[in-house]
């Protein structure tokens, strides 16, 4: 899931990782909250920037 977020997964890898995330309900609800932990992190990433960056 995070590589997809980083990349275009080819055919055989997007059709691995839906059969897996329909079997998994752990990744399923991982895949869910990708979201808001991406938007955490670039809020915390802000945070510690220097002022005026």
């Not at 997809?4 to 059709?15: F, H, S, T, V």
């Not at 399923?28 to 938007?39: I, K, M, S, V």
């Amino acid at each position: 899931m995070s590589q997809a977020r980083d990349r275009k997964l080819g055919l055989a890898e997007r059709m691995k990782l839906r059969l897996h995330i329909g079997l998994c309900r752990g990744c399923a609800r991982f895949e869910r909250q990708l979201p808001l932990l991406g938007a955490a992190a670039r809020a915390f990433a802000r945070e510690d920037d220097p002022p005026g960056t």
